[in-house]
């Protein structure tokens, strides 16, 4: 029976356990790199999720919400982690607040180990998606003036579509070279909306809790620093 240890390492290393030495060295000094750009709890959650989100479109099934039809012959699917997709735009809003444009950095370094974690047409698919997405929500998130609130919906619902186009291509090929599939696997438009519903309802459901946050005093909405404590009423 495996162990618990047996089991994290295994999933630290991906199942390639030789390799733990290396993957931990790279792992801290990725991690002071992130530290020293001063990234903190969300920089951390936004580089973990990414690797982590590739390498699950390769081994968790996606969920078939209808089956082919004469309405949609390829049937209708959604992965479990769809939604997490979508909270990884509001994850890079959290850390621009914090780090501004050093933001980009964390994503690199994530797309980076995503070719260690998943296969290498997700990782290669992502990265490109990620970094067209990414940059298109940095610039919207960067330029615009809008509340942050306003700012996390509006950097989401543009980048999402752009970022599920390229992935799913990408997804659908790759299930065609390693499992032999047929084209059209993922890349087909019932897919691409849900996967689009999917990722903004994340982004929605976060908007609204930093909106109700706004209207309490809680958070600047304005303020690119993040927080600010001093302006918390005194029942905060």
Not at 18 to 32: D, E, I, N, R
Not at 49 to 78: C, H, K
Not at 194 to 214: D, L, N, P, T, W
Request: glycine content about 6%.
């Amino acid at each position: 029976m495996m162990t618990f240890w047996d089991g994290f390492v295994a999933a630290l290393t991906n199942q390639q356990p030789a390799l733990l030495f290396p993957v931990f060295f790279g792992l801290v000094l990725t991690s002071g790199i992130i530290w020293v750009a001063n990234g903190r709890f969300w920089a951390f959650v936004y580089f973990a999720t990414i690797p982590f989100l590739n390498w699950s479109f390769g081994v968790i099934d996606s969920i078939s919400l209808m089956a082919p039809s004469e309405a949609f012959d390829r049937g209708i699917e959604l992965h479990p982690l769809t939604v997490v997709t979508g909270l990884v735009f509001v994850f890079r809003d959290f850390v621009q607040r914090r780090m501004g444009h050093k933001v980009l950095i964390v994503m690199a370094l994530a797309i980076a180990w995503s070719f260690f974690y998943a296969w290498p047409v997700i990782a290669l698919a992502s990265g490109i998606a990620f970094a067209i997405s990414e940059i298109t929500d940095w610039l919207i998130f960067t330029l615009t003036k809008y509340r942050l609130s306003t700012r996390i919906l509006l950097s989401s619902a543009i980048a999402a579509p752009v970022d599920t186009t390229i992935f799913l291509y990408g997804a659908d090929l790759a299930r065609q070279m390693q499992l032999g599939d047929e084209p059209g696997n993922m890349l087909h438009l019932a897919n691409w909306v849900v996967f689009i519903v999917g990722k903004m309802s994340g982004a929605a459901v976060i908007s609204y809790y930093i909106r109700q946050r706004e209207k309490q005093g809680l958070i600047d909405p304005y303020d690119d620093d993040g927080f600010t404590p001093e302006n918390k009423p005194a029942n905060a």
